[in-house]
Structures are given as structure tokens and as C-alpha cells.
């Protein structure tokens, strides 16, 4: 039987996230499963070896006691994908399963975990992180002794950007740690991972958009992160 990524459905680009695991990434061992909040098909989670939580609409704020207004506020909130993810994201925690949480994913988690964003980063951040009409291009530092830092074997490098939200570091999640950084002035949050590790399943947050980076084949922060994402699903045990 074949082991099978969930990947969260979003309303933004989802096929990115399906086309980013190629066919010689997966081999004749694994599968994608989409779990969508629209399909209700949480019965599916708990047949997922590996998660990866997606990016997309802004989280409700009312999860985090957040703002209830901001800039670039969406029309509506999607309440029930947040649910859908938040059962995605506990059963992970429940059975140790990977998971990799990409931009609104790596939000999310921060705020499951107990932590909080920024609704909006403010207008001089968003012309450096937030997509125009295309995705903008800046560097990051990441941190040594970090998982991020043993995957990708760097220091420092260059990812794609998407954001108006970012992790608000005075309220980081529960035994989480910043793995990298954005180079700018602003130096917003790019990458979480636990901080105690003990116990705990693979689990990697980052702000950029892995799937969907230029070169991203030849990227370390996407190839190297898509790798060992699936080395670890391979590997995983019940």
C-alpha cells in the first residue's frame, strides 16, 4: 500500500503545491491526497504518513485575538478551513506525522501552537514581502544549529515572497524557535521549527513559497526542503 501526503486544500494556486512532487519524487511508494475543508473528507487524514499545510487566505482572526480590521483584509474569512486544518495539524501532533507549513501554514501552526501575527506587516514592509504581480524575490539568514540550517546547508539564500502577515515574535508559538529571518530591515520571521524536538514528529514552517520558486529544482530552500519532507515520510512509523 502506498503512503500518502495530505495536502491542504487552498483556494490559491493548489495545483502549484500537486506539480511541485514530480513523479520521480513520489516513486511507486507514495501518493498525494487532497484534504479539503470544501470536501469535509477528514475521514482521509488519518490515512496520511505526511501533511503539508498551505498557504493562502488570512486565518481568522478571532482565533488569536487579533484585529478585526487591517489592510488588505480579506472579504470573508474561511472559518472552515481553519477547523479542517486545525484536525489536520492535531492529528499530526497526535501520531508524530511530518509536516511542512508553507506561508500561511507556517502562520497557522505558530497560532495553533498558542502565538499570534501581525494582521498586516505595514505598507513599507509589504512593498518588500508582499506579491505584486508577481511574487517578490529577497534573501534570508538562517539560523545554525536548526533543522533548516542541517537540510539546506546554508546560511543564507534567496526565496520568493507572498505575504502581508508574518509571525509577530514578541507571541511565538509554544516550543517553537525562528529558524531564519528575512535579510531586510524588517527581519520578519521566514522559517519555524520546534524547539525541543524530543517526542515530537518532523514538523517545518516556512514563509516563502517553496513550490513555486524560479529554479526552484535547483534552490536548496525548495529541493533540499521537498527531499527531506519526503525522506521523512518514507520513514515514518506508527
Not at 487524514?45 to 505526511?50: K, L, P, Q, R, V
Request: proline fraction near 4%; glycine fraction near 8%.
Amino acid at each position: 500500500m502506498k503512503k500518502k501526503i495530505g495536502i491542504s486544500y487552498t483556494e490559491a494556486n493548489f495545483k502549484n503545491y500537486e506539480n511541485w512532487f514530480t513523479p520521480q519524487d513520489l516513486g511507486e511508494d507514495i501518493e498525494l491526497v487532497e484534504l479539503s475543508f470544501k470536501k469535509n473528507n477528514t475521514a482521509d487524514i488519518e490515512t496520511c504518513e505526511g501533511f503539508v499545510l498551505t498557504g493562502g487566505i488570512d486565518v481568522d482572526p478571532e482565533l488569536y485575538n487579533g484585529k478585526k480590521d487591517y489592510p488588505y483584509k480579506p472579504a470573508t474569512f474561511l472559518p472552515e478551513r481553519d477547523a479542517f486544518e486545525q484536525q489536520i495539524y492535531a492529528y499530526s501532533q497526535q501520531q508524530r506525522i511530518p509536516v511542512l507549513g508553507i506561508c500561511r501554514g507556517l502562520q497557522y501552526i505558530n497560532i495553533l501552537e498558542g502565538g499570534k501575527v501581525f494582521e498586516d506587516i505595514g505598507e513599507a514592509a509589504n512593498k518588500v514581502h508582499k506579491k505584486g504581480e508577481e511574487d517578490k524575490v529577497h534573501g534570508v539568514n538562517i539560523q545554525k544549529d536548526t533543522l533548516l540550517h542541517q537540510i539546506t546547508g546554508q546560511e543564507h539564500g534567496l526565496v520568493n515572497s507572498a505575504h502581508h502577515q508574518s509571525i509577530n515574535p514578541a507571541n511565538l508559538g509554544k516550543n517553537l524557535m525562528v529558524s531564519a529571518s528575512s535579510d531586510t530591515d524588517d527581519a520578519i520571521i521566514e522559517g519555524v521549527e520546534f524547539k525541543d524536538k524530543t517526542g515530537k514528529g518532523f514538523m517545518l514552517c516556512v514563509q516563502w513559497h517553496p513550490e513555486r520558486m524560479k529554479e526552484k529544482e535547483v534552490n536548496p530552500l525548495s529541493q533540499k526542503i521537498k527531499e527531506q519532507f519526503i525522506n521523512e515520510v518514507r520513514n515514518h512509523k506508527r
